[in-house]
């Protein structure tokens, strides 16, 4: 039977060839994900959602925490930040108990410094003026003046900084115009988090939706595999995105650089390129295919050689090949550029994983 498989079936807590197969919703489906393998069996029921009955509950969602559920799972099937989560329900990563009633939504806002956006700072040039200014990042006159309240329109300053949080509503991050010739409004910084080590800060900015998304996997992972090392980020795009060499993408915060776990439970400091024999491809498959099933990635970068060693894992939990043709390029010849993890050279030591552009974000491609 298969572990970590999602296959679309009936609303129902199913049993089959000893295998306990439960309900996840993703993408407006109702899939079904067995135990992973390696992982220990228990018994769960299926989620149920609740609605507070209290009249100062009403926009309140509970669910009860079945058997293997994380966090990091939870997060990406109610598409919520684990760090609302945690705020929502006074808990730290793992705490998510069989049985538990836990919140996954609510009116009630979590901040943390490291999911506020970040504000476009635009230096004030000679010639400027307030309109041209507000015409050249899409915004308005008025909006400026809010966000800078000490400003006086009618005498700008030579040097004075200027916060713009543009073209996002209310502040939101925004991946704008294509991946290799973009930028990225209001960037959120992809700090060190549970189950990552970041290794620059000032080149991990993305937007909420691929920070978020990043951070619900790797928990998940951390969650299920406890021994398991931090994985290890490169780059993503600067503060405001736009050129970043050497790269020819990771323009408009929807590129993430993220090493592989090394088997043994290696901690790494940096990228180190992988053998056969140095890839957790257990890990790293659950980690990529958590990532992909929730509809938001476009394509994966790993060298040949390497997806070999995950596609005979999945073949090894029962997948077939027909269902792996649209996820992998493996086994056709590496020159086809198919299936969602392809061949690109370089990507020996680290995955480079291209989310899709989501509904905020402007002139995307």
């Known amino acids: 039977m298969h572990a970590n498989r999602a296959i679309t079936r009936p609303m129902t ?69 684990v760090s609302k989560l945690e705020g929502w329900n006074d808990l730290e990563l793992g705490e998510a108990r069989e049985g538990m009633k836990l919140i996954v939504k609510s009116d009630e806002k979590v901040e943390s410094d490291h999911d506020k956006p970040l504000p476009v700072v635009h230096v004030i040039q000679k010639g400027d003026t307030l309109s041209e200014i507000a015409g050249r990042y899409h915004v308005s006159a008025r909006q400026i003046q809010q966000w800078n309240p000490d400003l006086d329109p009618r005498y700008l300053q030579l040097g004075d900084r200027l916060k713009l949080y543009v073209p996002g509503r209310d502040g939101e991050s925004v991946s704008w115009g294509q991946a290799s010739n973009g930028r990225l409004y209001n960037g959120v910084p992809l700090r060190r988090a549970e189950g990552f080590e970041i290794v620059n800060v000032a080149e991990a900015y993305g937007t909420q939706r691929v920070v978020d998304l990043l951070k619900a996997a790797a928990a998940d992972v951390q969650a299920r595999w406890p021994r398991s090392p931090d994985l290890i980020v490169g780059d993503l795009s600067h503060k405001q995105g736009g050129p970043m060499p050497p790269h020819k993408s990771h323009e408009s915060g929807r590129d993430a650089d993220v090493g592989f776990y090394h088997r043994g439970n290696v901690q790494l400091e940096r990228f180190r390129e992988m053998t056969p024999e140095t890839f957790d491809a257990r890990k790293n498959w659950h980690f990529l295919k958590t990532l992909i099933d929730t509809g938001e990635i476009e394509y994966i970068f790993v060298i040949y050689e390497l997806q070999k060693q995950l596609y005979e894992y999945a073949r090894s939990i029962g997948y077939t090949q027909s269902e792996l043709k649209d996820l992998m390029q493996y086994p056709r010849p590496r020159y086809q550029s198919k299936g969602i993890i392809r061949h690109v050279g370089g990507h020996d030591d680290h995955s480079h994983i291209r989310f899709k552009c989501g509904p905020d974000d402007r002139r995307c491609q």
């Open 13 to 81: 807590t199913m049993w089959q060839n000893n295998t306990k197969w439960l309900p996840l919703s993703l993408l407006g489906c109702i899939c079904l994900f067995a135990l992973p393998a390696g992982a220990e069996e228990d018994g769960g029921d299926d989620t149920s959602k609740e609605t507070a009955s209290s009249s100062s509950d009403d926009d309140i969602e509970r669910i009860e925490v079945t058997s293997r559920e994380t966090l990091g799972s939870i997060a990406l099937r109610e598409r919520v930040s």
